[in-house]
């Protein structure tokens, strides 16, 4: 079992989730992450570690509620306890110095792409970050970026901030206004990531994604988490989950990701007129 040590909402529909797991935490790396299970018939949760505390062994991760088990995740408070925090899973991400890195984000992507974000940074990268949300409401952890960015650019669908749009249309703006621009690292919504890559396909940057297709094991053995990239069948928790996004088969991931909604949105309401 292991110990909840804070479940807060940090904007509607995406809570922040602290876990005491010190045995993960003393391997984590930018772009891991863990699978968390609630009870022992709980469903498993692939979650990327957001942050972590090694003297504390404290575990972070950044989650949207989108169907029952992440509901159900959002009713754990400090001192519950879960089933399991297992980890870290998949390979980290590649950190180099690249030269000038941009870090699009949007939803609990801006959560989970921080330590990749921080350690671009520490690895001499001037890095700007592309932080996109519906409204401004929904824009989380500035503070922690304007630590670790040399420029952090708001983005709101409504253009309530410094921009109008998505993350996508500011980059392009960017490129267009002559910004050297060496690499690209998108997590977000799957569309979010599509876009992006889109976006720097003709500019030929290499852009990196971190695929969030459906997981059972989280090891290679399940084989739920097949996606095509570059023409070959990939396994994203052990040979990603990060990917050339320009080399992704979006539509056959949009697709794979959307197999069991019929069961999601059932067992989605039946847990929540189980609770209310
Ligand atoms: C490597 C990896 C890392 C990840 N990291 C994170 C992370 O850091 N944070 C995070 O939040 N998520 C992350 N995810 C995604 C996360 O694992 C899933 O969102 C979670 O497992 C969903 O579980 P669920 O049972 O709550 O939703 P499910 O029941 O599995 O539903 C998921 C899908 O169904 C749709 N859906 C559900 N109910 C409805 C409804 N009523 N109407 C319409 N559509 C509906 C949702 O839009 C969603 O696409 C990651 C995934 C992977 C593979
Ligand atoms: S989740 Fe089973 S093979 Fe990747």
């Known amino acids: 079992m292991r110990k909840v040590i804070e479940r807060t909402r940090v904007v509607p529909n995406l809570h922040l989730l602290r876990v005491e797991a ?3 935490v003393r391997k984590l790396e930018p772009g891991n992450f863990v699978i968390i299970k609630i009870d022992e018939v709980g469903e498993r949760i692939p979650l990327t570690a957001a942050d972590w505390d090694e003297e504390t062994g404290i575990v ?6 989108v169907g029952a088990s992440t509901h159900r995740l959002a009713q754990l408070q400090g001192g519950d306890e879960i089933e399991a925090c297992v980890g870290p899973l998949g390979n980290s991400m590649e950190i180099d110095r690249y030269g000038t890195v941009v870090v699009a984000m949007g939803c609990y992507g801006i959560g989970a792409v921080f330590p990749v974000a921080r350690a671009m940074k520490k690895a001499g990268n001037r890095v700007i970050g592309l932080m996109e949300a519906r409204s401004e409401n929904l824009l989380y952890w500035q503070d922690k970026y304007r630590e670790c960015t040399d420029r952090l650019v708001l983005t709101t669908y409504g253009g309530s901030c410094d921009r109008e749009g998505r993350v996508a249309d500011v980059l392009e703006s960017l490129i267009r206004d002559g910004e050297h621009i060496d690499r690209v690292v998108a997590l977000g919504c799957t569309f979010m990531m599509m876009k992006t890559s889109e976006t720097t396909r003709p500019h030929e940057i290499k852009t990196i994604v971190s695929l969030n297709p459906i997981m059972i094991d989280g090891t290679g053995m399940c084989g739920v988490c097949r996606c095509r990239v570059g023409g ?4 994203a928790c052990v040979d990603g989950p990060d990917f050339d996004g320009h080399e992704v088969d979006w539509e056959e991931l949009t697709s794979r990701r959307r197999s069991y909604l019929v069961e999601e949105v059932r067992s989605l309401s039946e ?3 189980r609770t209310y």
């Open 22 to 24: 010190p045995d993960v």
């Open 60 to 65: 972070s991760m950044v989650f949207m509620t």
């Open 232 to 235: 070959e069948t990939k396994f």
């Open 271 to 273: 847990f929540e007129t």
